[in-house]
Every structure is written in structure tokens, then in C-alpha cells.
């Protein structure tokens, strides 16, 4: 640091940030720590999380960083661009980037001292845009950089005369940009690095803890070719990855992806003209674990309103937000949302409060779940009958059923289904229609399914299943079928074929058995959830279902 330039003289004050406002912030993998900076001040305070008996959060500054304790530990004479970067949730670290030469610095806050990352690649402290640095859960301290030395590292904190040191505890070299291809890296906190290539648009994922490649992603091929404004997040529990890039026609691309299996299990795209005058904002899971959902918001920077979009991932649906949405009284106000806490910071006072407690957010996810049970989960009820029935059809026996003028009725515990099948002169199909029985009152509905049986039989296997939807198997397909108890309506909910040329009747039973068999092999890669189901033209034409979002189902 420059000796010409003179210390500022600190005046005693224990008021955080000496009253001035906060700029920036940032939590701890746990939210055991928030670290916040001022820009006025130009200081770091650290601040304790803490949950009460009630289950409420409360803060307290306990460590701080003013404006000459960070330019000594940086050695700088000025204060520019300072971001922070994370905190550790043992309250005494924190990483933050400076100036203009993309350079970081580990910090103790606690002894203000600046940490030494002592190997080979990292000694300028530098790391750019495509690199990443993140504490991890187990408390290591990861970071991945790309040109020039294309490896990544692990560092354990270990306690040396009573103070923490970072020491070196293993490296992963990670693949070299031959041909000036750039990738993105990106850290989780379970130790999970992302390589996020743009030549291809290609995804890996690889375990920075046992150094072992474990899973690439493939997202749509039509995206714009640089990588700069990707995102990449996963969820609370690790088990999902959502991805956020440009197409080459300017609209917003989404995909979610099962971490277990690789498999896209949502996709949504926003169209550049409905964001015409918006900006970025967030892109993150916010809730509770049981009722995470992916937020993506833009802002527009004129009149300062925002634009947001609700996921649920697990049901491959995305919801634009009404003109008051859900999120409105925080969006709009100094509110943040992160995982399931909302932060308000008004210039010095910070609060948090949890998110799966907000009056408005548990009224969202009540009007869009209050009608529907949780079949997209129900994988293990329904592998069994999918099994069973396979099992049947493999050896023969199957049962062949004649045309009755008499419906059968399907008793479950909130209601009864009851199911008549006639044979359509016209389509020359075997035509199933649906009714369902709610104590006294029977909905009756247009919805109706074809298949493609003889005109003296037909092959249909049904079975109501414990959360009270209908799962039916015919020689058309898969489908199951719920009471939406806010519509007084039955709605398809779920469809499923394997991919057949035009049949006739004498190959019914070979249809339903190839249903069965590509559907029960996706269900073995055992990814939680039923995969992505495959409504096609011809399911509009005959089901006139109703796809816009308004079931939404809730895991159980």
C-alpha cells in the first residue's frame, strides 16, 4: 500500500457500519453467518444467525472489517469494486474479489488477517469471471480455475498456534481449452463442480471430494453460444440442477435435470418479447425443502417493476406470476428471497424471516395445491402395478372384457370412479368415458380416451391408487386421471406412450406390452418421480386437456 496516502481516522463507533447503509451481503451455506458491505462506509461487518425457541431468526453483529483494516489486508490504496463472494457458517471466514484484475482474498474476520493460499496457480490470488470459489459443507474450501493451470482445488483449515491456516489437500485437473472454447465453472456446496461448455453446449459434473466425473448434461443445441449469462443452480438437497441461458432468438431457455440420473425433467422458455424492457434479477430455489420451487425474476429498470416466474420442477410446470404476484409486497420493497428466508435491509436494520411462514407464500402454494394429490411421486405404488400387470402380459394372462351397458364402478376412499366402455361405430375403437362419485354428487365430464380393441372385446387394465387418481393401460397408452376438487372436473394428468406405427386390433396386447416395457424402464433409473410425460397433437385433439399450469403436484 502507498505510504503516501493517509489512514482515515476511525472514530470509535459500534453501530454497524457506523450507521450507514448496506450494499451488498451474503450468507453461509447453513445461514449460520451473514456478512454485509457498506459502500458509504466502506466496511465489512460479520453478523450471527441464530434460531430462538419460537423457531424465529434473530442477528447480531459480532466482527467487523473498517475501511483501513481492509487496505492493509489487500494492500491497496482505494477501495473499488469490492464483492463478496461467500462466508463460512463457522462465522470467521469470508472471500471477497477486488479491483479491476479479477483478484480474491481469503479473510479471517475474527484476527482480520488475510489468508495465504500456497500452491502453485493460485499464488497471484487471480481468478476470473469462468472460475469459481465457494466453502463447502464439510467446511473445505474449494476453487476451480481455468486459464492458464485448468485445475481445481481442495483446502482443509487446519489450527496452527491457536489461529486457522488454509492447507492444500488435493487438486483435480480439469479439461484444457485447446481450441479457445470457454467453459464456466461453477461450485456446489456439496462439493460438486459444474463445467458449463459453449462448444457444445455440454454440462458436466464432476465430485471435487473423491475427484470422480459423475453426470453431463446436455441442454437444447439452439442456445447462443456464449456462456457468460448461463446460471446454474441446484436445489436444497442436491438432487436436482436448473440451468438458465440465451437461445439464439434471444428468448430465455430453463432446464431441470435429475443430478441422479442426467434425465431433463422440466424445460420452459420465455419469450424475448415478453421480457421487452426487463433486466435479469434472480434466478434461485426459494421455500421449504417439501415445497421448493424455482424463482425467476426480471426487473424493469424504468419503472422498477418486476417480472416473476414460479416452478415447480417436479411437475414440469412454470407459472407466470399474476400482475400482483405472489412475491409483490417483497419484490417490490428492500426485501431479498434466499432458499427459504426473506432478508429486509432498510439502510442499517437487517431482518430475516422465513419464507414457508409468509401469509402470501403459503396462500400461493395452498390455491395451487389444495385440489391434487401427489401421483408424480407415487412411483413406487405405481412401478408395482406397471410390474404386476407386465408380469401378466408376459406369460399370458390377460383379461379380455365385453362390452356391458352396465358401468364398472373403481371404489376409492374420497370417491368412487366409475368407468363405461362402448365400442364407437364411427372410430371403430373402443371408447372409455369417466365419472367420478363424491358422496352425493357425480361429475360427469367430456373426458373420454381411445383405444383400439375389436368390436366384441376390449383389454383394459385398471387401478385406483391409494392418494384416490386412476391409472388406466390400454393399447393407446398410459394415462392417469384426477378430481380437481376446485373445478369439480377430472383432468388428465399424466400420459404415457411408447412410440408405435398404426396398429390393428390383433396387436393389443403387443401395444400394451410395449407401453408397459418403455415405461417401466424409465422407472428403473429411479429418478423419484415419473418421467417426463409425452402428450403429443393427437392427445389435444382427443383429451382437450388442460395443460396450463393449473395442476400443480405437491410431493407427499
Sequence with gaps: MSSSEPEELIVEDHTPHRGKKISKYVFSLNMQHIVTWSEDDQSIVGWSITNDLSNDLSIEPINSLNINDLKSLLKIDKLKHIELKDASDCKQFIILSFGYQYEFAVIDITTKSRQILNVRGLKDNKLDFYGDIAFLENEDLAIAKAKPIYRAYIFSKLKFNGKYQWIYKNSIELEKDYYNEFYKCKINKNGTLFMYFHTPHVITQWNLITRKFEMQYIPNLNLRVSVIGNRLEMNSDNTLLATMASTESRNIAIYVYSTKSGIEIANKTISDEDLQGFFFHKFCFIGSKEKERLFISFQNNETKNYLAYILNPLTYTLDKSPDTNVLHNILSQNYDVINDYIIKIDKINLSIKRLSQNENWINHLQSKERYVGSTFFNTKEIKQFIQDTLERYKSNQFLTQSYSDVSKEYPGEAYTWIVPNKYGENSKKNETL??????????????????????????????????DDIIFVSSSGIRIFSVNSEKTSIELIYFWKEDIEKISTQEVQQSINKHLISFKNKLDLDIGILPT????????????????????????
Design 434 to 467: 369417466l365419472k367420478a362419485q363424491i358422496k352425493s354428487n357425480l361429475i360427469e365430464t367430456s373426458k373420454r380416451f381411445y383405444s383400439y380393441d375389436s368390436v366384441d372385446s376390449y383389454i383394459l387394465e385398471i387401478k385406483v391408487l391409494e392418494n
Design 533 to 556: 410425460p409425452n402428450f403429443d397433437d393427437d392427445n389435444y385433439y382427443y383429451y382437450n386437456l388442460n395443460l396450463n399450469n393449473e395442476i400443480a403436484l405437491e410431493k407427499k
